[in-house]
């Protein structure tokens, strides 16, 4: 008895001490045009970051989204400033900028991160909402 007693004390502490370890990492999914679309529209409290410069979005963004321009000097200064406990949302023009700034943020330690792989564009193509300023 007291054998088992101690097999499943260690069981459990090493699932507690894996899921101690795992907590705080960051998750960071690329997700389709469509399921971005999808997770969006369900999620009141996350945070949808458009990563094109000013130009680029005067011509369009998904509705709701900020503004951080990763072409900026900046960038990576604004992004530091953000709630690493959030649900972000990135996107860019075509997915190169967001997979950048979700690299960043993995390193920076935020817990979620949603990239849009194939960015603004793959949005526009499939004809999905797209606001105006």
């Known amino acids: 008895m007291k054998k088992y007693i101690l097999i499943l004390t260690a069981i459990?502490?090493?699932e507690y001490a894996a899921f101690a370890q795992t907590a705080n990492t960051?998750?960071?999914?690329?997700?389709?045009?469509?399921?971005?679309k999808?997770?969006?529209?369900n999620d009141k409290n996350g945070v949808i970051i458009d990563l094109r410069t000013s130009d680029e979005m005067n011509k369009g963004y998904i509705k709701?989204?900020?503004?951080?321009?990763?072409?900026a000097k900046d960038a990576e200064q604004q992004i530091d400033k953000l709630d690493k406990n959030k649900t972000y949302y990135i996107y860019c023009a075509g997915g190169g900028r967001s997979a950048d700034a979700a690299e960043?943020?993995?390193?920076q330690k935020f817990i979620r991160v949603y990239n849009f792989e194939?960015?603004?564009?793959e949005w526009e193509k499939k004809g999905f909402p797209v606001e105006k300023k």
């Open 64 to 71: 709701g989204a900020i503004q951080i321009d990763f072409l």
């Open 12 to 14: 459990v502490s090493f």
């Open 26 to 36: 960051t998750v960071v999914t690329n997700l389709s045009a469509e399921r971005f």
């Open 118 to 121: 194939k960015g603004f564009s």
């Open 38 to 41: 999808a997770i969006i529209a």
């Open 104 to 107: 960043y943020m993995e390193k």
